[in-house]
């Protein structure tokens, strides 16, 4: 055979999440569209194409590639190579080469695709409302996923043997379904059940309908989904949800709640089109919207705040149930509060019969427990607040390759981070290790991600802070190259790494607590930090916190700890609402204890400064969850107040901030009668005008121009908001965390880069 002149042929190799994505479908059906002739076949690190067709077929089919790749792939390289014209009569997909190294990346579990939204509703469809249809554009990946190379029989699938309509779609390069791993069908695939609380199976022929059904007369159902049980109830129904706070011991923690559709969310919540973009991303997260007044939904779902945490279906199980006409269900992770969620059917039923009343369960095995991810959109940009469901384990790039190296994280809203050359695998969000079944899980996480993504760590990260269970679990392995990281270095570090930053900046680190070098608890710290190193150039001056511990959940402690470091003696004749409701036995107590320097380690901690001026504004004096009456003071601050308090830093080895004039402002306009509201915005705007000029002041020490925010204070829109653009008005470079959270939940994407930097 002669080929014609024009022919040419190239050899395409690719790399990233292009495997279990529809793609090799995708390289078949683009071959039949520009009459290019050739194969296809999965190598350990991707995908390997040869074609060839005209010289002009040849580019356009090279041209799509990777500019019309299905909406899972990731192509993080391309390569191509001119190859020698060969005789081929067809296009062929290649059964899978047996991989040597295994670098191909795994997939993040995925929103229901329209084409299967599609079909679910199509009554004529074989699969009509079957609530596991997926295809190779969407479905469950990581959730079920128990080993690697990733087919069908090393994940939770592996049970159901495919029936021939399966088999076929399967084996059809052309198909959507072709090597969709999860496909299924009512005839040989999962099924759900419904059960009541004792275990005992309800007999109804649609389980769906009538969990629907139940949510409607009241009940909170536990219901499973892809990374783990949920607790629903209707949000619209006061008695419900507050029965669910009370079964759940969640008293004032907001609820996420999720809507059949973006028009249904409308009703209730403001939606800007970038949120709308967010809401029906293929990652579904929940999206914190701010809320509508009036709405329908009950008080009782976020009180005192001005945000719902809302998001889409993301299982055809999902959709099924909205469709039912609710303007919104609360969907809570099942746990007992800071527990793991729940994700194997006997577990749930041990541990949330006394919560739920029905449970609708499935018989597809949750390998992986992985809770919603939840963003908010703040100061031009998408914010990663919890990165879990969805996102990972789609690594973060990093500027330059590394070792690897696994980082262990904090302790509350632990993740972990696993690096291999120039990416960082961050794991779902573990949640709070305080407990036994959070450090279950929290080894398992580790043992499973160093599994499937194929990492033998060389080194390990970990927090400074001796009694984490992060540390513990550092301390504890062997044959490693052990590198302890400070907390606050940690949180600049990873916002240099998702900004590509790898020279010395200035640092604003807040947050409530991380350990000192100097064994204090700091939180308000101004660095001059680098990847391998940093200095501390301004903190706020120590106060002590009665109670350690008990000072974090009590505001009021910090409180009486900022007064009485601002008027000693004089607290006593005070004339504030704080002095008057709590009891004055319970504060000489205190006062005690500091002066005594009994059980009250100090802290710099900007996040107890928060919460102190909540308490000494009397709008709280407990915390009923992490951070709570910080954000209670946000929630109410007067964004329209320009004025600040006086402040000033004492200059000596390095700038002490002093707490006490910032207090004395507070309470001189408390006895004048000022209204917290205006009392918080001007809190906010002193903090704002105080950084600004200090940054100022070490920009002449230092001749640094860019800074780095991190820390969970940075949470904090109005914070966040304003000194982004005070300190651009002064013309520095201003870089924030969007990519991994600022809070601790990514803090190990930067103690691996310290540790790669330390140990190189
Ligand atoms: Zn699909
Ligand atoms: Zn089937
Ligand atoms: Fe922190």
């Given amino acids: 055979m002669t080929m014609p002149e024009d022919h040419i042929a190239r050899r395409v190799e690719i790399n990233g999440i292009v495997q279990g994505v529809g793609f090799r479908p995708f390289v078949y059906q683009l071959a039949s569209q520009y009459n290019i002739k050739g194969n296809a076949a999965n190598t350990s690190s991707g995908v390997s194409i040869h074609i060839q067709g005209t010289k002009k077929n040849v580019e356009s089919y090279c041209r799509d590639l990777s500019e019309k790749s299905p909406p899972l792939a990731r192509i993080t390289d391309i390569s191509f190579y001119n190859e ?14 047996k ?40 479905g469950p990946r990581y959730t079920i996923i128990d080993d690697i190379p990733y087919d069908r029989q090393k994940t939770s699938m592996k049970h159901f043997a495919m029936c021939r309509a399966c088999q076929t779609e399967y084996e059809d390069p052309a198909n959507r379904r072709f090597h969709a791993q999860p496909n299924a069908c009512k005839a040989c695939g999962p099924h759900v059940s419904l059960f009541d609380n004792t275990g005992k199976m309800i007999s109804t022929s649609n389980a769906i309908e009538k969990t629907a059904t139940l949510l409607k007369q009241g009940h909170i159902v536990a219901i499973k989904g892809l990374g783990g049980f949920h607790l629903a109830s209707d949000s619209e129904n006061d008695r419900a949800v507050v029965a669910l706070r009370k079964r759940k011991h969640r008293e004032e923690k907001p609820f996420a709640i999720m809507s059949y559709d973006v028009d249904r969310i409308r009703e209730y919540a403001h939606i800007e089109p970038e949120e709308e973009t967010l809401l029906t991303s293929h990652q579904r997260p929940i999206v914190l919207l701010r809320k509508k007044l009036p709405n329908v939904i009950s008080q009782a779902v976020a009180p005192r705040n001005r945000y719902f945490g809302t998001m889409l279906p993301y299982t055809p199980l999902h959709y099924l149930l909205l469709s039912h006409d609710f303007t919104a269900l609360v969907l809570t992770s099942g746990n007992l509060s800071e527990e793991p969620i729940a994700i194997d059917n006997e577990e749930a039923f041990n541990r949330l019969s006394h919560i739920a009343d029905y449970f609708l369960t499935h018989n597809r095995d949750i390998y992986l427990r992985s809770d919603d ?106 044959d490693i190259k052990k590198i302890e990281v400070q907390h606050h270095h940690a949180h600049i570090v990873s916002a240099m790494t998702e900004n590509m930053l790898d020279d010395q900046v200035i640092g604003l680190a807040f947050d409530g607590t991380g350990y000192g070098t100097d064994g204090t608890i700091w939180g308000g710290e101004v660095l001059v930090a680098e990847f391998g190193t940093f200095s501390r150039v301004a903190h706020f001056s120590y106060v002590p916190m009665p109670g350690g511990a008990a000072a974090v959940k009590e505001p009021w402690r910090m409180a009486i700890s900022y007064l009485y470091e601002g008027f000693g003696d004089g607290l006593w004749d005070m004339d504030l609402p704080l002095l008057r409701e709590v009891d004055h036995g319970k504060i000489k107590i205190i006062v005690e204890m500091m002066n ?79 209204s917290p509201a205006v009392i918080s915005g001007k809190f906010h705007q002193t903090l704002i ?48 965390q969007a990519l991994v959270p600022t809070n601790d939940g990514g803090i190990c994407l930067g103690q691996a880069m310290v540790a790669a930097a330390v140990a190189s």
């Fill in 99 to 138: 991989p040597s190294v295994m670098n191909t990346l795994i997939s993040s579990d995925t929103s229901v695709c329209d084409d299967c939204l599609h079909e679910l509703f199509d009554p004529h469809d074989r699969r009509f409302k079957y609530p596991f249809i997926n295809c190779t554009n969407c």
């Fill in 689 to 736: 005008h105080l950084f600004v000029d200090l940054c100022d002041v070490i920009r002449k020490e230092t001749g640094l121009n860019r800074v780095v925010l991190s820390g969970g204070v940075f949470q904090n829109a109005i914070l966040l908001n304003g000194l982004i653009m005070a300190l651009e008005q002064k013309h520095f470079q201003v870089f924030t």
């Fill in 84 to 97: 020698r014209l060969n005789e081929y009569q067809d296009f062929k997909i290649l059964s899978s080469k």
């Fill in 373 to 478: 991810s939840i963003v908010k959109r703040t100061a031009r940009a998408t914010r990663l607040i919890r990165r879990s469901r969805g996102y990972i384990p789609v690594p973060v790039p990093l500027y330059k390759t590394v070792p690897p190296i696994l980082a262990c994280g904090a302790e509350i809203k632990n993740t972990i981070c696993l690096t291999k050359k120039n990416q960082a695998f961050l794991s779902q969000h573990i949640g709070d290790l305080e407990n036994l079944a959070s450090y279950d899980f929290y080894r398992l996480t580790i043992r499973h991600m160093k599994k499937i993504l194929d990492i033998n760590p060389q080194i390990i990260a970990f927090d400074l802070h001796p009694d984490y269970l992060s540390t513990r679990y550092a301390q504890e392995q062997q």
């Fill in 596 to 674: 005594k320097k009994i059980n009250a380690p100090l802290t710099s901690s900007l996040g107890r400064l928060f919460d102190g001026v909540a308490a000494i504004i009397g709008i709280r004096n407990k915390n009923v969850f992490e951070g709570q009456a910080a954000m209670e003071l946000e929630m109410l601050a007067d964004k329209n107040i320009n004025a600040v308090y006086d402040y000033d830093w004492l200059n000596e080895d390095r700038h002490y901030i002093p707490t006490e004039p910032i207090i004395r402002g507070i309470v001189k306009d408390i006895k004048q009668g000022i």
